[in-house]
């Protein structure tokens, strides 16, 4: 039983940044991939970024160059760093973690956190 809290969500300028947090607590043997997606109103949610275990990471193309996702494994965290905004970026976020089962590693589950709501005004 995993648990994903995000914060660092609000309200920005465009041209501002954010940084968003999410920290994984429960019974967690090993994460393996972590990533962030995102849902805007009316449309559908899409993938941001990700990243592996081993640091390996991967971006939408609309937020290369301005966001860097990270990872901290020793507290079972991954950041977002958001730069440079824009309104497009407004959304709710959503934090998501793989995390291979205590009882059979081989079968894992993706948790997902609430969201943040991040807003940015033009």
């Known amino acids: 039983q995993v648990q994903l809290m995000e914060s660092g969500g609000g309200l920005v300028q465009a041209g501002g940044s954010l940084r968003l947090s999410c920290v994984a607590s429960?019974?967690?043997?090993?994460?393996?991939?972590m990533g962030w997606y995102r849902q805007a109103p009316g449309k559908q949610r899409e993938l941001v970024a990700t990243i592996t275990s081993g640091g390996s990471t991967n971006y939408v193309d609309s937020v290369k160059g301005r966001f860097t996702i990270s990872r901290d494994n020793a507290k079972n965290t991954v950041y977002l760093q958001m730069n440079s905004l824009k309104p497009e970026d407004t959304a709710v976020y959503y934090c998501n973690a793989n995390v291979a089962t205590t009882i059979m590693r081989s079968v894992s589950i993706n948790y997902w956190g609430q969201g943040t709501q991040v807003t940015v005004s033009s």
């Open positions: 429960g019974s967690i043997s090993v994460i393996n991939a």
